[in-house]
Nanobody
Framework: QAQLVESGGGLVQAGGSLRLSCLASARTFIGFRMGWFRQAPGKEREFVAAISWRSTDTSYTDSVKGRFTISRDNRKNTMYLQMNSLKPEDTAVYYC????????????WGQGTQVTVSS
């Protein structure tokens, strides 16, 4: 079973920044493409960003391009999401998972981390 622990969320004003972290088990992290997802109240979980194992390829959903940056530290089994210029519509619970393309592989998810952006 995947072990994923998200952290770094919080309450921030519009225009502010947050940095999310995803600590994964070695079995989940090593060699795999990893991604961030988010779920807003009353909405389906959606893809946000993904990064390849060697960080040579990244992808983002259109709504966060130019504002969010995904990165990873393979020595620490940790992935990050730097979120700048936050907007109220970024408010959601953010999750991480290993992915193929933009699709999550694991059926189990961590607890997520809440991001709330006030206007």
């Amino acid at each position: 079973q995947a072990q994923l622990v998200e952290s770094g969320g919080g309450l921030v004003q519009a225009g502010g920044s947050l940095r999310l972290s995803c600590l994964a088990s070695a079995r989940t992290f090593i060699g795999f493409r990893m991604g961030w997802f988010r779920q807003a109240p009353g909405k389906e979980r959606e893809f946000v960003a993904a990064i390849s194992w060697r960080s040579t390829d990244t992808s983002y959903t259109d709504s966060v391009k130019g504002r969010f940056t995904i990165s990873r530290d393979n020595r620490k089994n940790t992935m990050y999401l730097q979120m700048n210029s936050l907007k109220p519509e970024d408010t959601a619970v953010y999750y991480c998972n290993k992915v193929i393309g933009a699709s999550p592989i694991n059926n189990s998810w961590g607890q997520g981390t809440q991001v709330t952006v006030s206007s």
